[in-house]
């Protein structure tokens, strides 16, 4: 057995709880948003009764800061695994089809909380922003990663441009209740990648 296997240990019950909380309230502030999220339909979704709720969390913006927390994780993962799979001059394109993918904009529980939760932002808790800020910078990261001109002066830009114009078009491509504008917003979005070499 090697060491590092053997200091690992399994997460108590209280951690595994915790856990199961936060993947809860994680999928839940994509599904409702941030005020549409319940303490007490939060610990049913997990399988707990919400007096439980105090032995994890000081108060309901803790347990929001570590639910932004992990659905930024797990999208940022989502992006690195995508971007892994494909060949490295595709990555970039492979990760900006899959993220504004008929796939993703029907699935806002499990997609990118970004795009689900932006226009909330401003109004929440500063430690619910600081945690979604920094999986926000997470994904600028991974975009500059496989844009083509990396290195260069103005990646940075590029990067920027490329994570705002993906979030808004899955925004407004979720927000219509018209297939067809739908379908329209994320095929121009798509197509303006294409023009510009990405």
């Known amino acids: ?9 399994a997460p108590s019950r ?12 994680a999928r839940a502030i994509r599904r409702s948003g941030y005020n549409g999220t319940g303490v007490a339909d939060i610990m049913k979704d ?12 000081a108060s309901r913006d803790a347990m929001l800061a ?28 492979s990760l900006i089809q899959a993220y504004l993918s008929k796939a993703h904009v029907e699935d806002a529980e499990t997609g990118c909380p970004v795009a689900a939760l932006g226009s909330e932002m401003p109004r929440q808790a500063s430690k619910v922003r600081r945690a979604a800020t920094r999986r926000i910078k997470e994904m600028i990261d991974v975009v500059i990663r496989h844009w083509p ?3 260069e002066p103005a990646a940075y830009q590029h990067a920027l441009v490329t994570v ?4 808004g ?11 067809k504008l739908s379908e329209a917003m994320r095929q121009a979005a798509a197509k303006y990648f294409d023009t510009t070499g990405t």
Do not use: C, W
């Open 1 to 9: 057995m090697r060491a590092a296997t053997a200091n690992r240990t």
């Open 14 to 25: 209280k951690e595994a709880t915790h856990e199961r909380i936060v993947g809860a309230a």
């Open 46 to 57: 997990a399988g707990l009764t919400h007096g439980g709720f105090y032995a994890h969390f």
């Open 66 to 93: 570590e639910a932004a927390d992990q659905a930024g994780a797990e999208s940022v993962a989502r992006l690195k695994r995508i971007a892994a799979a494909a060949p490295p001059h595709e990555a970039l394109r």
């Open 149 to 151: 001109d990396q290195g």
């Open 164 to 167: 705002a114009t993906m979030v």
């Open 169 to 179: 078009a899955l925004m407004l491509a979720r927000a219509v209740d018209d297939p």
